[in-house]
């Protein structure tokens, strides 16, 4: 080798082959270990990245899913039945302490009020009521075209009311003295409820937003400050079923304890003033609550069918209704009220007669012209 200057690559492995050499040519690609080795080093320092890059949106999803949770659950069905019996036992307590006249007053604080109204209260005649809603334009066609009442609020029904021969006329008379005092104890409730949901939706109360709920724990009866049956509790009554059972009551206006006492719905009390029926046995105690004007036996009327036990499954059905953004439907909720009177479904029977007859469903989504600018922010 030392005699040639160049080399060949075949005299060169032919040299190295005499000399037991063994030639083989280099191999570049990896093995199937470090290929291994390299993926998961790999695959480790991506999960390193990516930790430092999404931990945090992790962790911020985490907190609003368990706070949406938590707000979901409170709305839900899952929980429905818990809510309701919960409505059911706390309302068992109230009664069992208005028995004692311990919460009475509690409940019906916001309606003894009216009692210090002064008691010089016009009562008008049916003429001047007629020509007040003449001048006013305030007719039921114009209510069923425009969805709109004016806000005229009236004290008390005229005395002529069962001297009006017309059926007709005396219907028409009645529902327009009531219809407005209805719908403004709905935008009341309306405006509660408003209230209710934006204070919820806070992380931190006032203490004037405590002792507002404070208030309204009391006046519907939740005893344990549950505030799933407050929600349950305070909510409105369809205005066609109002205009039913207080038609149904009275005789359309006619009858003594609405002349006499205000008293629209007829509801009993065994204490307090009241107006005693007289086909009532003399062992009988009870009778029939008297008010000192029709707008405070409207809520009176709300706050019994939103407190009283035996209205819990009216209150379920208008729960579960809502639950699933649905109307208030005031045909289907007057069978829960079977319990309103000794007739039972019978009773329910007549007053789904009466919004059907007399198209008061035409009713239910009408609206108050606002007298303040809260009940503007209703329309």
């Known amino acids: 080798m030392k005699n040639k200057k160049k080399l060949n690559f075949h005299e060169v492995k032919e040299f ?15 093995n199937h270990k470090e290929l291994k080795s390299i993926y998961f080093v790999s695959l480790s320092s991506l999960f390193i990245i990516g930790s ?18 938590k707000e ?31 919460n009475l007053k509690n409940l019906l604080d916001d309606i003894f009020t009216f009692d210090d109204l002064p008691a010089d209260t016009v009562r008008l005649s049916a003429s001047t009521i007629e020509q007040l809603f003449k001048d006013t334009n ?6 069923r075209k425009t969805k709109l009442v004016k806000p005229v609020s009236l004290s008390l029904l005229p005395e002529e009311m069962k001297m009006i021969e017309s059926v007709k006329k005396r219907k028409k008379l009645f529902i327009q003295i009531i219809l407005p005092l209805i719908l403004e104890e709905n935008s009341l409730i309306e405006l509660d409820r408003k209230k209710l949901f934006s204070i919820l939706n806070r992380s931190n109360n006032t203490e004037a937003e405590k002792k507002w709920f404070d208030n309204k724990f009391k006046q519907y009866g939740v005893v344990n400050k549950d505030l799933s049956t407050l929600k349950i509790r305070m909510d409105i009554i369809p205005v066609s079923l109002a205009i039913a059972q207080a038609a149904k009551e009275t005789g359309w206006g006619t009858s003594r ?12 009390t065994w204490s307090g ?8 046995d003399s062992k009988s105690k009870h009778k029939v609550m008297k008010f000192k004007i029709l707008k405070a036996s409207i809520r009176a009327y709300q706050r019994n069918l939103n407190t009283h036990s035996g209205y819990r499954e009216f209150r379920i059905a208008r729960a579960e209704l809502r639950d699933d953004n649905q109307k208030l439907n005031s045909l289907y909720l007057a069978k829960y009220l079977d319990k309103y009177a000794a007739t039972g479904k019978k009773y329910t029977d007549v007053i789904k007669k009466i919004i059907e007859q007399n198209d008061l469903t035409d009713f239910d ?4 012209l606002p007298s303040s600018i809260q009940q503007k922010n209703l329309i």
């Open 52 to 69: 430092f890059i999404f931990l945090p949106i992790l962790i911020d999803f985490q907190k609003n899913y368990i706070s949406a949770t």
């Open 257 to 268: 304890f609405a002349l006499e006492g205000n008293a629209l719905f007829g509801q009993w």
């Open 72 to 102: 979901i659950k409170n709305n839900s069905k899952s929980k429905f039945e818990k809510t309701l019996e919960r409505d059911i036992s706390e309302t068992s307590i109230k009664l069992s302490k208005t028995d004692k006249g311990l």
């Open 365 to 368: 989504d009408v609206r108050l």
């Open 273 to 280: 003033e009241g107006i005693k029926p007289a086909a009532a």
């Open 16 to 30: 190295l082959f005499k000399k037991n050499f063994t030639i083989r040519k280099k191999n570049k690609s990896f």
């Open 138 to 143: 305030y007719t039921l066609d114009n209510v």
